[in-house]
């Protein structure tokens, strides 16, 4: 049975670092919770209403408690062990349901504020990382898995940067699957474990062992990415390679690809990409060099205020303050979507750095 | 376990190495096991990671209770799995006849709440050495004192490997490779394959303290 503690006015229920098995509820009286803020510092005093419970995240979770429990007023309180607990919110749902609520709201509040400490530029983003996985899976001939991720980032990200080549992949992951099954056949990638006797990419062939009719609709946009030119080829697989954190490798097949400059729309990808690699390879001299060209020779690039970012961190990479402040100042100033990842990325820069 | 005849229709069967969802996916919905195994996993660098295995009747990807987070880990049917699964909309209903899933999900909440405000803890510390520290007293305080018995005073052994301390200090392998050599040297942990060990806790503690603002 839950056992009724008095407490005096001035007294402390729990302290902050002990370690607790009890679960409060307030009766009467008055009891604050005071703890600092983890992000500002700030003391916060939280006053506990009566008939409401306290302690119930550390003693449950069995780790110390967060924050001191001072008795404001004479207070009576129902001390739970955690078992009593458990058996009370058997025939209490509706409390546990209401903390349930209450605990997802600050699991989703202190998960936010994680985000905004994580952030990285050359971090692989959720994107990338699904179509990384789904080509994990194929290089290793494990098709179903391969079929399923892909065929999921085709679903999240029709016109995303990868959307090509995971049609592409998509289908020899299907074509593998029906022709040999999951863990067998040859290797379908570059970098496939456990070398065959066939050396090399075998050529899948859209009409060989076709898929089930079911994914009749997929096909179709399957079929465009079986068509990617030689150059989409290359710099898919120098995506492919900077996913990798292969940036030196990445690097030069990105440079190939500028140099022979024969299909605009990938050249221009390449060279913002090149320069990433710089970036990733903390070069940041030649990745100022490097983004400054694009800028000169194409003010208009789809991915100007990516570039204008990166150059604004390389420079306080070099412990140029004002020139990195400069550069993310440009990027909060130019026009456009207010809640692109550039512009969130620069602004927070921007304020990391004193502000304006 | 409760009666969960009446949520049949929130069951889903999965066959051997189907995956249920994939990591870096956006997920809504998460998942009570009835039955089979399940294989948590994570790429990580060439290699698929297992994170964990799990059965009836634990809960996973309950993060999706998070807008639009992407998936943290892969999920894979390790046999024939039976789940019951949920979202945002409708898990309600399912705890309101099954105190015992409410109750469950509690507790997992807690402590996903908790390594939230402690990872945040880290992440906010700006030495690099006091971020890397900081993850095993992180990883002290969660596991315990399970192995008290063997343990030498202030001596701890973690079953982590330099990865997972990177990817809880928010920092990449190489560096905090270097980091951990560095504390190598100074004979402050030991480095193996499977483990690290810190030689005394306590001087973790106060380096800590010494680099975190007030």
Not at chain 1, 65 to 81: G, I, K, P, Y
Request: with cysteine; glycine share 8%.
């Amino acid at each position: 049975m839950p056992k009724v503690g008095t407490y005096r006015a001035n007294s402390v229920i729990y302290f902050q670092g002990d370690q607790g098995d009890r679960i409060f509820v307030l009766q009467s009286g008055r009891v604050s919770l005071n703890y600092n803020d983890i992000e500002t510092g700030k003391l916060i005093r939280e006053i506990i209403q009566t008939g409401e419970f306290f302690g119930v995240k550390s003693a449950l979770g069995r780790y110390p408690r967060e924050e001191n429990a001072v008795v404001l007023a004479d207070a009576n309180v129902l001390a739970f062990t955690v078992p009593e607990f458990e058996a009370f919110s058997m025939s209490n749902t509706r409390i546990i349901i209401k903390m349930l609520k209450v605990f997802s709201n600050q699991l989703r509040h202190i998960h936010k504020q994680v985000e905004n400490l994580m952030e990285n530029p050359t971090a692989v983003n959720a994107e990338m990382g699904l179509f990384k996985t789904g080509e994990y899976y194929l290089r290793n001939r494990m098709y179903s898995q391969a079929r399923y991720v892909l065929s999921r980032y085709l679903t999240y990200y029709p016109a995303g940067k990868m959307a090509e080549l995971s049609g592409r992949y998509l289908e020899m992951a299907e074509t593998a699957l029906a022709k040999y099954g999951d863990g067998k056949g040859p290797a379908p990638l570059a970098g496939s474990r456990a070398p065959s006797p066939m050396q090399g990419a075998p050529d899948f062939d859209a009409n060989e062992g076709g898929p089930s009719s079911s994914s009749a609709p997929r096909l179709a946009k399957v079929s465009e990415g079986a068509s990617l030119s030689d150059v989409a080829k290359e710099y898919y697989d120098a995506v492919s390679l900077f996913s990798q954190e292969k940036y030196q490798d990445a690097a030069k097949k990105f440079k190939a690809i500028v140099e022979n400059g024969d299909e605009s729309e990938y050249v221009g990808k390449a060279q913002f990409d090149l320069g990433r690699c710089l970036f990733a390879l903390s070069q940041w001299d030649l990745a100022i060099k490097h983004f400054t060209g694009i800028v000169q020779s194409a003010p208009k690039h789809p991915d100007m205020a990516d570039i204008l970012f990166i150059m604004g961190q390389s420079w306080e990479k070099k412990g140029d303050k004002a020139k990195a402040k400069a550069f993310f100042s440009k990027v909060l100033s130019m026009p456009g979507d207010e809640d692109s990842s550039a512009r969130i990325k620069a602004k927070k820069a921007f304020n990391a750095l004193g502000g304006a | 376990m409760a009666d969960l005849a009446a949520f049949t229709r929130f069951a889903r069967t999965y066959q051997p190495g189907e995956i249920i969802f994939s990591e870096f996916e956006p997920g809504d919905s998460f998942y009570l096991i009835q039955a089979g195994r399940v294989r948590i996993t994570k790429i990580v660098g060439d290699i698929e990671k297992n994170i964990d295995i799990l059965s009836a009747p634990e809960i996973f990807g309950e993060m999706a209770i998070l807008e639009g987070a992407p998936r943290s880990a892969t999920a894979i049917a390790l046999e024939t799995v039976k789940v019951l699964e949920f979202n945002r909309a409708n898990f309600e209903i399912l705890m309101m006849g099954n105190p015992q899933i409410a109750l469950r999900l509690l507790k997992v909440f807690t402590k996903r709440i908790y390594d939230q405000k402690r990872r945040f803890m880290i992440l906010t510390l700006e030495d690099p050495q006091a971020k890397i520290a900081d993850v095993f007293l992180m990883l002290d305080e969660t596991q315990g004192s399970v192995n008290q018995s063997e343990l030498d005073g202030d001596k701890r052994e973690f079953k982590v490997t330099v990865d997972d301390v990177a990817h809880w200090a928010g920092m990449n392998t190489a560096e905090v490779q270097t980091l951990l050599g560095h504390f190598a040297n100074q004979r402050r942990v030991e480095l193996y394959q499977d483990r690290i060990v810190v030689k005394n806790i306590n001087d973790f503690i106060r380096f800590v303290n010494s680099k975190r603002k007030k």
